[in-house]
C-alpha cells in the first residue's frame, strides 16, 4: 500500500493511468506522445508504477504494451474510503446531483379519437372560424415557423387573451407553439404546446402534450381544460354542433 501511495503521489504518473484508462493497452511511444513526455521520464514512471502493481506489462515482438490494473486502486478505496466516508459521500453526492439538477416542471397529455380525416384535424387547430366554434376564442396566424398566433375574442373586439408563438408546423401532422399570455414569446421559460395528428385506422388520434408548466396550480388548470376543449372539437368535427354546454373555455392566457 506504500507503494500505491507513493506511486499515486505524482501528478505525471497519475496521467498515465488515465492515458491507460482510456486506452488500455499502449506502447511506450504511444504513451510519449500522447502526454508529451520524454521517453526517459515515461520509462520511469512506469517502472514506479509497475513497481507498485498498477500496471502490467506484455512484451510482443519487439514492444513492451502496458495494461491498467486497477487492483490495488480498489483495494486502496475498500481499505481507506468505505469504511469511513462512503455513506457521507454517497448522501453528499446525491445532494450536489439533486441541487444542481434542474426543477422537473409538471406536463399534461391528453389522447382522443375523432372520427375525421387528418386534414380536417388540422384545419380545425389552425382555422380562425372553427376554433373560435369549438374553443370559443379564434386562433389567429399565418402558422408559419417563427410566426406570432393570437388566443382573439369573438365578440369582434380584436381583444388577444392569449398567444404564442410557431414553433414547428407539418401539416397535417404536427403543431408545436408556445402557449402563455398574449404577446409572450418563445423564451426558455414558456409553455410549450404540441399536437401530434396521427392516422388510426379509419380514425384519428390526436395527442395533446402540454409541457413546461411553470407550477401544479397551472397543471390543475390545464387537465380540466384540455379536455374540454378537445371534447368540443371532438364533437365539431363528427356532429357538426359543439356542446349543448361547454364545461370550460380554456384561455391561453389563464395560465395554460
Not at 387528418?118 to 415557423?145: I, K, M, Y
Amino acid at each position: 500500500m506504500d507503494r500505491v501511495f507513493k506511486a499515486l503521489a505524482d501528478p505525471s504518473r497519475r496521467r498515465l493511468l488515465d492515458s491507460l484508462r482510456e486506452e488500455n493497452g499502449q506502447t511506450l511511444g504511444r504513451l510519449c506522445s500522447r502526454l508529451d513526455m520524454t521517453r526517459q521520464s515515461v520509462t520511469q514512471h512506469l517502472d514506479v508504477l509497475a513497481e507498485a502493481n498498477l500496471i502490467s506489462t506484455v512484451r510482443r515482438g519487439r514492444e513492451r504494451w502496458h495494461y491498467l490494473n486497477p487492483v490495488p486502486i480498489h483495494e486502496l478505496q475498500q481499505r481507506w474510503i468505505s469504511p469511513f466516508e462512503e455513506p457521507r459521500l454517497r448522501t453528499l453526492d446525491a445532494i450536489r446531483r439533486h441541487a444542481e439538477e434542474p426543477p422537473m416542471k409538471p406536463s399534461f397529455v391528453y389522447v382522443t379519437y375523432i372520427h375525421a380525416t387528418p386534414e380536417r384535424v388540422w384545419e380545425a387547430l389552425t382555422s380562425a372560424d372553427l376554433t373560435g366554434d369549438f374553443w370559443g376564442h379564434s386562433n389567429v396566424s399565418d402558422w408559419q415557423p417563427g410566426s406570432p398566433w393570437e388566443h382573439r375574442r369573438t365578440d369582434g373586439s380584436g381583444i388577444a387573451d392569449g398567444g404564442g408563438v410557431v414553433l414547428e408546423a407539418d401539416p397535417p401532422t404536427r403543431l408545436v407553439m408556445t402557449f402563455g399570455e398574449a404577446g409572450s414569446g418563445a423564451g426558455p421559460d414558456a409553455s410549450t404546446v404540441t399536437f401530434l395528428v396521427e392516422p388510426h385506422h379509419e380514425i384519428v388520434r390526436l395527442t395533446v402534450t402540454h409541457e413546461n408548466l411553470p407550477s401544479a396550480e397551472d397543471a390543475d388548470l390545464v387537465s380540466a381544460g384540455w379536455p374540454a376543449v378537445m371534447a368540443n372539437l371532438k364533437s365539431l368535427l363528427e356532429t357538426g354542433r359543439v356542446l349543448p354546454q361547454a364545461p370550460w373555455e380554456m384561455h391561453a392566457g389563464e395560465r395554460a
